[in-house]
Nanobody
Framework: QIHLVESGGGSVEAGDSLKLSCTAS????????VAWFRQPPGREREFVAL????????EYADSVKGRFFISKDSTKSTVYLQMNSLTAGDTAVYYC???????????????WGKGPRVPVSS
C-alpha cells in the first residue's frame, strides 16, 4: 500500500510560481501512474497533470498546459508539480494521486494525499 504526502503549498500572488512535491512511502512510484488533481472552492475535483511510471508521456489539462510542469525523481520517490504564472483561477486544494492504471478522473486513482491549499491572490 502506498502512502502519499504532499508539501509546498501556501499563499502566493498572481504571476508567482510555486512547486508542489508528492512523496511516496510504503511503496514507490516505480510501477504507477501519478497525477495531480485540484479542487477549487465550491467545485468538483479536477484533473491537472499526469506522469506515467516511466516518466513519459506527461499529460496536462488544457487550463494549465504551458504553465504547469510535472516531473518525477524515482530515487526520492517524489513527483513534483511546478506551477508558473499562477492566477486566481488556480486557487484550489491540490491532491496527489497514484494507481497502477492511469486515467484522468478521480475514480481511476486509489491512493490519495491530503492536499495542500494554494490560495492565489490577484
Amino acid at each position: 500500500q502506498i502512502h502519499l504526502v504532499e508539501s509546498g503549498g501556501g499563499s502566493v500572488e498572481a504571476g508567482d510560481s510555486l512547486k508542489l512535491s508528492c512523496t511516496a512511502s510504503g511503496d514507490t512510484f516505480s510501477s504507477l501512474a501519478v497525477a495531480w488533481f485540484r479542487q477549487p472552492p465550491g467545485r468538483e475535483r479536477e484533473f491537472v497533470a499526469l506522469i506515467h511510471w516511466s516518466g513519459v508521456p506527461r499529460e496536462y489539462a488544457d487550463s494549465v498546459k504551458g504553465r504547469f510542469f510535472i516531473s518525477k525523481d524515482s530515487t526520492k520517490s517524489t513527483v513534483y508539480l511546478q506551477m508558473n504564472s499562477l492566477t486566481a483561477g488556480d486557487t484550489a486544494v491540490y491532491y496527489c494521486a497514484a494507481d497502477a492504471v492511469s486515467g484522468y478522473t478521480v475514480a481511476h486513482f486509489g491512493s490519495w494525499g491530503k492536499g495542500p491549499r494554494v490560495p492565489v491572490s490577484s
